[in-house]
Nanobody, 127 residues
């Protein structure tokens, strides 16, 4: 079992940057596929980015491609989301997600594929 804690959210002006972190407890972080999702007010939770167990493969929603970068540091049990060129439509609560995977280089973009979730961190982009 793993527990996830997000941090790094806040208020930023359009065009600015933020880096979110997701710290995981437990000794098996390196066996978990990870992902970021977000939920804006009145909208459903949506996929943002995902990273494979190996860290060698990543996937992004079209809306964030070229602006966001997902990464992981297995030695620190931490996943990151670097967000650049932020837009007002990026405003949402951002959640990290994890699940054990036997697939070394697969990424998962469906929320139902993740069994563990953090509590979320608010990102607000002012225009």
């Amino acid at each position: 079992q793993v527990q996830l804690v997000e941090s790094g959210g806040g208020l930023v002006q359009a065009g600015g940057s933020l880096r979110l972190s997701c710290a995981a407890s437990g000794h098996t972080f390196s066996t978990y596929a990870m992902g970021w999702f977000r939920q804006a007010p009145g909208k459903e939770r949506e996929f943002v980015a995902a990273i494979s167990v190996s860290g060698g493969r990543t996937g992004y929603a079209d809306s964030v491609k070229g602006r966001f970068t997902i990464s992981r540091d297995n030695a620190k049990n931490t996943m990151y989301l670097q967000m650049n060129s932020l837009k007002s439509e990026d405003t949402a609560v951002y959640y990290c997600a994890a699940d054990r995977s036997v697939f070394w280089d697969s990424v998962f973009d469906n929320a139902g594929q993740y069994g563990y979730w953090g509590q979320g961190t608010q990102v607000t982009v002012s225009s």
